[in-house]
């Protein structure tokens, strides 16, 4: 009969544990059923004889229940009621974050440090997420007035309010400014010069002067015209192209309605104003011989000089007749206009040139005071005839207006 280690007691082969002192018995095989106590804790209970509660001391029970839990565990089921990380991930990435409204600033003023057109809203609960925050845009700037519309855009590049003023003022500065060292150096202290040089005063003063754009339209168209009409005179008295007054007409006429064609593509009064423009420059050209010219060629470049730019007029006149195209396109229109000034320009210049600069064996019949006035009407053409354009930008303007009250 085997013997205890620990008690040196009597213990049979089947025992697992020794009946005296508890210990476990090294190669015993218990043939005893192990049978589990109902409960939810998960712990077995201690094995039973067959005829009742073994007699053993609380110790052993204890070291027993222990060994045969740890051998065969009971698997616990988890609590699944709650609320863990994973659920309020999963949570806020199904559920879409608040969507927050951004109102206009109104346009007074009154707060100007404040960029922020709505304010953040605190968290209702411990579950707010992250991005829900990150949604909130607090420093986008909102443009003050109401929403811009696509029709909004496509009117204004039909129909601009203020089309070409930025290139008035520009041209009337720097050919005003020309013209003054023009007429310093040609008029002396004649008082056809100090006429000269208080026009030209006049106009680069109206381009700097802050003013609305119906008002410095017309005063530049004015004052362009009255410099024009004092060169007009001096060419008259001179015997310098008799029909230079038509001309001038026609120019100032056909470059301002190529430039209001080029701002407003589908109005009918552009078409109108181009369709007079080109008439007057046509009954120009062969009144003043345009046509003939090429046939009295010398070899002194002051006689194909004059003719090669009646040539150009007629070319012009022609390409003016672009601007009957479709309304999709500007047909050039500003380039017509600008360049028409520009032959203008180089037309005069001639004029004067072969005046003070004639043909070998001939006096010169041109004297300072009236180059300085010729000056100033050059200056006043090209600023009147693109002042012109945008004096018809505001008639229309006004027009449709009293249209649009008349019929609401």
Known sequence: ???????????????????????????????????????????????????????????????????????????????????????????????????????????????????????????????TSMAERDTSLP???????????????????????????????????????????????????HPLAFVSLALLIGMLTVALTPMSYRGRAVSLFLVGAVATGVALWQQALQGIAPEG????????????????????????????AVSIGVLALGAWFFLSGGHESLVRLEGYWQSWGPASTQMAFGLLALLSLMAFMDSSTRAGAHWWAYSLLALYTVHIGLLVAIQR????GTLSAIEGPTVAAIITGTVGTVVAGIALAQVLVVAYNAAANRTSEGSA
């Open 1 to 127: 009969m085997p013997k205890c280690q620990s008690c040196d007691g009597d213990v049979l082969r089947t025992d697992a544990f020794c009946g005296i002192c508890g210990a476990p018995v090294p190669g015993g095989k218990p043939v005893v059923p192990v049978a589990r106590e109902a409960g939810t804790s998960g712990v077995q209970g201690a094995p039973t004889a067959p005829g009742g509660m073994l007699d053993r001391p609380p110790a052993a029970a204890a070291q027993a229940a222990a060994v045969i839990a740890i051998s065969d565990p009971v698997p616990t089921q988890k609590n699944e009621t709650g609320v863990t990380r994973t659920t309020i991930r999963e949570r806020e990435h199904s559920e879409p974050a608040t969507v927050l409204p951004l109102h206009r600033k109104k346009n007074d003023g009154t707060d100007s440090t404040d960029r922020q057109s709505f304010k953040e809203p605190e968290p209702a609960s411990a579950s």
């Open 139 to 189: 420093d986008i700037p909102v443009p003050p007035g109401p929403p811009i519309l696509a029709s909004d855009l496509l009117r204004e590049r039909m129909r601009p309010r203020a089309p070409g003023e930025k290139a008035l003022r520009r041209f009337t500065v720097g050919l005003s400014a020309a013209g003054i060292v023009g007429v310093l150096v040609n008029g002396g202290a």
């Open 245 to 272: 007054m038509i001309l001038a007409t026609a120019t100032i006429l056909l470059s301002g309605s190529l430039l209001f064609r080029a701002y407003y593509r589908g109005t009918r009064l552009a078409r109108v």
């Open 357 to 360: 600069w004639p043909i070998p």
